[in-house]
C-alpha cells in the first residue's frame, strides 16, 4: 500500500537486535508530536513498546516520549529508525516476517477545536502492513526514468494562462530519495516543464517553518539556472503542533507570519492560507500589505464555490474587502468520475468488481461525504468485509474526489488568483479519464483568468512508487492543457 512506514528494504542489522528504517507514511514533513501509536510484530510475536525506541537524527525517543516532541521535525527525506530489542540480533540475509501499525495526527488538519483549553480533534493517518522482509544494509535503487519526449511547445502571448506544477507532484520520490532538490528540478526542466513553481512549505524545507540562508541560495541558483517563476507558497497551520492543546491565536498568526516571511525571501507573490478566521486574516492583512503578498484560500474536494464553508469565506472576503484576498482552484472539485488510480489501489487491497460498482455509485450522488462515506462502510460490513482493509482509502475515496459541476467555478472567478490543475490520470488519448479538462479550460478562459495553472498530480496517494513516472505525467497534462487552450481560441475567432 502506499504512503506506509515501510518497505521492501527497510529490516536492517542492529546490535540491539534489529531496526526498521521508516518513511514518514505522508506527502509532508511532521512533528514527532504527531505520532500516536506505533506498534511492531516479529514473526507473530508483538514486541512490549519498551522494547522499541525511535532513533532520528541522532537522538533517540522511548515512544512514551514521541507525544512531547513538538519541536522535533521529521523532515520529509529523513529516514529515521525504529530500533527493537530481541534476545539475538538478525543477520544480514535472514528473512522474517514483520507487522507494523502506526498512527498519526496531522496537526493542520482539525476536525474539532479544543474545548476549555484542552486538544482539538485531528485527522489520523493509520497504517498498517504486513511483510516478510530480507535483513539488509542496502537501500533500493530508484528506477529509471525516461527522458525521451519531445520539447514542448513554446508557450505565446495569446496563451490565457501560464503553466507550472506543484514540486508536490513528485512527494513519493522527493520522500523515497530518488529526487534531492536540485536534482528535482533538473528533472522538472529536462521535461520542459514550467515556468511556474509551486511548493508546499512543509515538503521541502529542512528547517520548517523557517526558511533558512542556505535554502534561499539554493533555490535562488536553481532558478537561476533554469528561468523557472516562483508561483505559489503552500502554507500550512499547524494548529495541533502540540498534543495537549491547539495553538492559542496568537500563535497562529505567529507561525503564519513566519510562513509569509519565508515566501518573502524566496521570491512568491502568492500564500495559499489554510485559515480563513476572521480573526486571523485582519491580524495578517497588514503584514501581507508589507510584504506584497496575495493570501489565496483553496478551494479543495469535496467542496465548490457554494459550499456552506465556503460561503463563509466569501462572506469574510466580503467584509475584509481586501484586494489582496483570493482563492485557489483545486480541480479536484469539479470531476465527473473516480480517478482509475484510486479504483486500483482499492483493487489491490481487495474490493471485486461489485463493491467498486457500488463505491463509484454512492461516490455519484449527492449526500455530504460523511453520509457516503459511512453508507459505503456499511456496504462493506453487511458483506462481511473488514473497512480497515482499505487503510485511509475509504475515506480519501470520498474526501479527495468532489463532483461539484465545473461551471461554479465561474460565480468566483475575478477571485480566483491560482490554479490546482489536479490530476490522477492521463490515458493513451492524452486525456484525464476523470475531470473534464476542455471544459475546466473554456470556464476559466472565458471567466477571464490569466494566472497560473500549477499541475499537481495527487496519484501518488493511491499508487505504487514507481508504478508511473509523475513528471512525465505532469508534461503529458500540460499537452493538454495547451490543446484545449487553443482549441477554445481557435473556437472564438
Do not use: C
Not at 513498546?49 to 514521541?66: K, N, S, V
Not at 542496502?138 to 508557450?155: C, E, H, N, Q, Y
Not at 522527493?174 to 514550467?194: K, M, N, P, S, T
Not at 449526500?367 to 459505503?376: A, H, K, V
Amino acid at each position: 500500500m502506499p504512503n506506509g512506514l515501510i518497505a521492501e528494504d527497510s529490516l536492517r542489522p542492529h546490535p540491539d537486535g534489529l531496526a526498521l528504517k521508516l518513511t514518514i507514511p505522508w506527502y509532508r514533513s511532521l512533528w514527532l508530536s504527531s505520532v500516536s501509536t506505533l506498534r511492531l510484530t516479529v514473526d507473530g510475536v508483538e514486541l512490549p513498546a519498551d522494547d522499541l525506541a525511535f532513533e532520528l537524527g541522532g537522538t533517540r525517543y522511548a515512544l512514551a516520549e514521541l507525544p512531547q516532541q513538538s519541536e522535533a521535525l521529521w523532515f520529509l527525506q529523513q529516514h529515521p529508525l525504529l530500533v527493537a530489542r530481541l534476545d539475538q540480533p538478525v543477520a544480514l540475509g535472514e528473512q522474517h516476517d514483520v507487522e507494523i501499525f502506526g498512527e498519526l495526527r496531522l496537526p493542520y488538519m482539525q476536525i474539532a477545536p479544543g474545548q476549555d483549553g484542552g486538544p482539538g480533534l485531528y485527522v489520523p493517518n493509520i497504517v498498517r502492513q504486513s511483510f516478510t522482509l530480507t535483513v539488509t544494509d542496502t537501500d533500493a535503487a530508484p528506477l529509471a526514468t525516461a527522458t525521451d519526449i519531445a520539447p514542448p511547445p513554446p508557450a505565446t502571448e495569446d496563451d490565457p494562462f501560464k503553466l507550472g506544477l506543484t514540486l508536490y507532484s513528485a512527494s513519493a520520490e522527493f520522500r523515497a530519495g530518488w529526487y534531492d532538490f536540485d536534482g528535482l528540478l533538473d528533472r522538472v526542466a529536462e521535461l520542459g516543464i514550467g515556468p511556474g513553481i509551486e511548493i508546499v512549505a512543509s515538503q521541502v524545507l529542512p528547517t520548517y517553518p523557517v526558511v533558512s540562508d542556505e535554502f534561499v541560495a539554493q533555490w535562488r541558483a536553481a532558478f537561476d539556472k533554469h528561468g523557472f517563476d516562483a508561483s505559489s507558497f503552500g502554507a500550512n497551520l499547524d494548529m495541533g503542533r502540540r498534543r495537549d492543546r491547539d495553538m492559542t491565536p496568537d500563535e497562529e498568526f505567529e507561525f503564519s507570519e513566519l510562513m509569509f516571511q519565508g515566501a518573502k525571501k524566496l521570491g512568491f507573490p502568492l500564500v495559499r492560507i489554510q485559515s480563513a478566521k476572521p480573526e486571523l486574516l485582519r491580524r495578517l492583512l497588514p503584514v501581507a500589505e508589507r510584504l506584497d503578498l496575495q493570501l489565496a484560500y483553496e478551494i479543495h474536494a469535496p467542496m465548490g464555490p457554494n459550499a456552506e464553508p465556503i460561503l463563509k469565506v466569501r462572506d469574510t472576503y466580503a467584509e475584509l474587502d481586501s484586494p489582496l484576498l483570493g482563492f485557489v482552484a483545486d480541480f479536484s472539485s469539479t470531476m465527473h468520475s473516480m480517478s482509475p488510480t484510486l479504483l486500483r489501489a482499492v483493487a489491490r487491497a481487495g474490493l471485486d468488481d461489485a463493491a467498486l460498482a457500488e463505491l463509484q455509485r454512492i461516490w455519484a450522488t449527492y449526500p455530504t461525504m460523511q453520509e457516503r462515506q459511512q453508507e459505503f462502510i456499511g456496504y462493506l460490513k453487511s458483506r462481511g468485509f473488514d473497512p480497515g482493509r482499505l487503510g485511509s482509502f475509504a475515506h480519501l475515496a470520498f474526501n479527495m474526489h468532489g463532483h461539484v459541476d465545473p461551471r461554479e467555478w465561474a460565480e468566483i472567478m475575478p477571485q480566483i488568483t491560482h490554479v490546482h490543475a489536479k490530476f490522477y490520470d492521463i490515458d493513451e488519448n492524452g486525456r484525464e479519464p476523470a475531470i473534464d479538462y476542455p471544459e475546466l479550460v473554456r470556464v476559466f478562459v472565458e471567466g477571464g483568468y490569466r494566472g497560473y495553472w500549477s499541475s499537481e498530480w495527487e496519484g501518488h496517494a493511491f499508487a505504487e512508487l514507481g508504478e508511473v513516472d509523475p513528471l512525465l505525467l505532469v508534461r503529458k497534462q500540460h499537452d493538454l492543457i495547451r490543446a484545449s487552450m487553443r482549441a477554445v481560441q481557435a473556437a472564438h475567432v
